[in-house]
T-cell receptor, first 113, second 118 residues
Framework: SQTIHQWPATLVQPVGSPLSLECTVE??????LYWYRQAAGRGLQLLFY??????ISSEVPQNLSASRPQDRQFILSSKKLLLSDSGFYLC????????????FGAGSRLTVL | AQTVTQSQPEMSVQEAETVTLSCTYD???????LFWYKQPPSRQMILVIR??????QNATENRFSVNFQKAAKSFSLKISDSQLGDAAMYFC???????????????FGTGTRLKVLA
């Protein structure tokens, strides 16, 4: 069966420091991958999505970036964090050409101080 | 661009009673899917129910059912016989048509927090 892992689960970082959140999917090939941010009162905001290695679509221009170095690995990064980057980050996947359901990881809570 | 609106930030329901959560969306597409996701205090997102836009019949999953009004662009969730475990944040979501980027976009509303009173 397919599983999705996200880490770290919790992160506290100072303003201006770098960020790396990682997401991996097991048990499937060529998944479509998504990064969302959940801020209070704003629901889930789509940040990036990817259909394959090195293929990234960006939805929100900001100081975050995403990369997909391997088929089942999706990384969210920042060179210099802002206070406004605090939030709950969710990775999700769907089976390419398959069911339309998005399956989510457990999330990563980022606090920028 | 597609948008999803949940106008009820918070709802309360008595245990064993029925509650309806509202969702409206805006789109010019004809091919799309709609979903309700549940996010309990653990914050794990869980699929509750889905509806294909081309299907006129409303989807049901045990105590959960939807009222899909395509012309009105409305997609409400009804929870019958509410249980304490139903207490969570509920998100309505829209899946777009296929994009030139090679996949679909999933747009979420801002959520409705459901409280279940014992």
């Amino acid at each position: 069966s397919q599983t999705i892992h996200q880490w770290p689960a919790t992160l506290v970082q100072p303003v201006g420091s770098p960020l790396s959140l990682e997401c991996t999917v097991e048990g499937t090939s060529n998944p479509n991958l998504y990064w969302y941010r959940q801020a209070a009162g704003r629901g889930l905001q789509l940040l990036f999505y990817s259909v394959g290695i090195g293929q990234i679509s960006s939805e929100v221009p900001q100081n975050l970036s995403a990369s997909r170095p391997q088929d089942r690995q999706f990384i969210l990064s920042s060179k210099k964090l802002l206070l406004s980057d605090s939030g709950f980050y969710l990775c999700a996947w769907r089976e390419a050409g398959g069911a339309n359901v998005l399956t989510f990881g457990a999330g990563s809570r980022l606090t920028v101080l | 661009a597609q948008t999803v609106t949940q106008s009820q930030p918070e709802m309360s329901v008595q245990e064993a009673e029925t509650v309806t959560l509202s969702c409206t969306y805006d789109t010019s597409e004809s091919d799309y899917y709609l979903f309700w996701y549940k996010q309990p205090p653990s914050r794990q997102m869980i699929l509750v129910i889905r509806q294909e836009a081309y299907k006129q019949q409303n989807a049901t999953e045990n105590r959960f059912s939807v009222n899909f009004q395509k012309a009105a662009k409305s997609f409400s969730l009804k929870i019958s016989d509410s249980q304490l475990g139903d207490a969570a944040m509920y998100f309505c979501a829209y899946r777009s048509g296929f994009r030139t980027s090679g996949t679909y976009k999933y747009i979420f509303g801002t959520g409705t927090r459901l409280k279940v009173l014992a």
